[in-house]
């Protein structure tokens, strides 16, 4: 017999028996508060059994249960309905609880949820596009199953509310007394992520950061089917520096309500972060079919099953007088008959018929946004100091990205930066220096050396109301934090119908050609993580004028359409200040005036001819230009396209922009494999005449010494490859 069916009847029995588990005594809730409880654990119960006999009705998708979990009805009481929630994806008790919490009819409850289960369009949160929980009207974001991805935004949406005392942000989304609360199995422990979450928040409590954090680890002793060690979640939480731990039974909903609200307390009390331990069963097994008995014994999981929550909240319910063990099991029917009855007509709801519904969240909506402050010319003078005599002479892109994060903070007092040595030390690079003298510690923010909090932190910021600037070091250092961009900012907009949004510009330094620095990790040429996630922008400047403007667009595009951007900066092109001759200053620019902007899809072109068209970006776009003079003498007459915009790629400008020339060659920094050249060449072959070749780095890590640029492009390799292109055609 199915595990949910054993423990149906179980219940019904021991409870028409009074066959309840022993247990402490009721203390600390009042009977009204223990009966609203009660009805949000038989809610979620119901829920569960529901959305099972939907998946086999062919009805419902993916049912991972909340079953063993119900004492989180506990926690959602212990907190106002407008404290954020990021949830465990067994905290249906929780969602419930919140909902009759804030007034919500029982059946609206239940009818939302059971949208999601469906996956249907009416579905209020994902709209049908993922079975989850989550909630606009309860404060509840969405959230997938990537185990423990979401511990790194909540301690930034906790630092976020800390913060808004001190700066409030432009578009607020939680109160500035208010709390964010996170919840986790006892399996996540164990992940890099939650471990690096973890240490984050300590690392900020330690050096007095308000930090407003509850961490919930709901232990149910198993991860899908590898134990738990007795005694490594209290060992591995109960000594952590700066967490205060708090830990209860949370088979006992009075236990836990009592405990929930001290930790809860203490929290808001303090504003510094804390962990709460709740004991828990895990009933019918992992999710869907799975069924426990094949990896654990019988006895194990008929023990844990005698240890139902529902089975002590009756007894306590009996022993405070709130209610008999009739009432309840008649109240047990009660509810499951009516989600039942709902089910059958979510049922009929419509699903999302075709990939242009599915995507239409892709993009978030666009917001009111403040109107843009022109700082006065005194406030300018403050911040720029002495700087601001120079902004007329040419300078190269490291300056001038510095000097546009500089109006940009003026501007936008919501703007934050972020990053490893973003602050005092300035940068590795100095792109950052003197913002922090500008602007202060806590709009100017040294992190500690983690990119999965980094970006946590932005995302958190960016979901609570700031605009984040966060700094990844090297394009290297991404890849063990890429998830948070891909399972977490990315999709947040996608599966919240954009009720829920973390914009923000994530400046990356990237690319090859360092001459005598680094190797592999500070030269990596691998765009291929970023370029396939849906909606997010990827631009790449190649001089510093472009930088600028476009950075302020990347800015515009994260405040007023909520956007992720990736704004990749070529290391290499930092300092340069000569194109063809040393002394000749070819390659640095003037600061352009704060008002401009480069459009998003907006390219570059240099030259008409009609012979050639180089299609290039970044470093590739400095090589050619280099080239551009010899391949003139050499009686080939070409136009330069600066792509810009990596991601959207802009086909409708190229393909403009490239009209009319009978050649068409793609250079492009990143490896053959992976690398942009992949989708440009698709492009041209399918829309365009022009004969089309390309010119990429080989697949291989970059060296380090005078092989540097061995695997890369060059001005030789280019015009190489140009005047073979056209012999071709002869």
Known sequence: MDRAEIVDENFRRRVAAEDLPAGAGPAGLDAETARAL???????????????????????????????????????????????AFL??????????????????????????????????????????????????????????TIASHLPKAVGAAYGIGL???????????????????????????????????????????????????????????????????????????????????????????ETAAVAAEAADWVRRTRKPAVLHLTMVRLYGHAGADLPTSYLPQAQVEAEEAQDPLLHSVRLLRDMGALSPGEALARYDQINTEVAALSREVAQEPSLQDAAEVATTLIPPRRDTPPRATPSAEARARRFGGDLKTLDAPQPMS??????????????????VMGEDVGRKGGVYGVTQKLQARFGPDRVIDTLLDEQSILGLAIGLGQTGFTP???????????????????????????????????????????GYQKGFGGHFHNDNSLAVLRDIPGLIIACPS????????????????????????????????????????????????YPDPAERIPLGEIGVTGTGRDLAIVTYG?????????????????????????????????????????????????????RTGGQAEALMTLFAERSDARIARETATDSFIATGRAYGATLPSRESILTAAKTLLERSV
């Open 469 to 511: 600037i966060p700094e990844i070091q090297f394009l290297a250092y991404l890849h063990n934090a890429e998830d948070q961009l891909r399972g977490e900012a990315a999709t947040l907009p996608f599966f919240s119908r954009g009720q829920f949004t973390n914009p923000m510009v994530l400046r990356i330094a990237g690319l």
């Open 399 to 416: 300056r001038l990205i510095n000097w546009a994060l500089t109006d940009l903070m003026l501007a936008h007092p919501e703007t934050l």
């Open 543 to 590: 001089a510093g004028d472009d930088a600028a403007r476009m950075l302020r667009e990347c800015v515009r595009l994260a405040r007023e359409e909520q956007r992720v951007v990736v704004f990749l900066e070529p290391i290499a092109l930092y300092p340069m200040r000569d194109l063809h001759a040393p002394g000749d200053g070819g390659w640095m620019r003037p």
């Open 164 to 254: 808004s005392r001190r700066r409030p942000p432009a578009w607020p989304l939680v109160a500035d007394t208010g709390i964010a609360m996170c919840s986790f199995g006892d399996a996540s422990v164990n992940h890099s992520t939650a471990q690096g979450a973890l240490n984050t928040a300590g690392w900020a409590a330690i050096q007095s950061v308000p930090l407003p954090l509850l961490f919930v680890c709901e232990d149910n002793g198993i991860g899908i089917s590898t134990p738990t060690p007795k005694g490594w979640i209290a060992a591995s939480l109960a000594a952590r520096p700066g967490l205060k731990y708090f830990s209860a039974n949370g088979l006992d909903l009075c």
């Open 88 to 145: 465990h994806y067994r905290d249906g008790a929780f969602q419930t609880a919140r909902g009759l919490q804030a007034g919500k009819p029982r059946a609206e409850i239940a009818r939302d949820m059971l949208l999601s289960f469906a996956c249907a369009a009416a579905d209020p949160i994902s709209g049908g596009r993922h079975k989850v929980l989550g909630s606009k009207a309860l404060m509840i974001p969405p959230q997938t199953s």
């Open 619 to 671: 470093n590739g776009h400095y090589l050619s230009q280099q080239a551009r003079p010899e391949l003139e003498a050499a009686g080939i007459s070409p136009r330069i396209i600066d792509l810009r915009w990596l991601a959207p790629l802009p086909e409708e400008a190229l393909l403009a922009a490239t009209q009319g020339c009978a050649h068409v060659l793609i250079v492009d920094e990143c490896r």
């Open 38 to 84: 009660f009805e949000a654990q038989l809610l979620s119960r119901a829920l569960d059994r529901t959305s099972r006999a939907m998946q086999k009705a062919g009805q419902g998708f993916y049912t991972i249960g909340s079953s063993g979990h119900e004492g989180m009805a506990a926690v959602a009481q212990a907190l106002r309905s407008d404290d954020i």
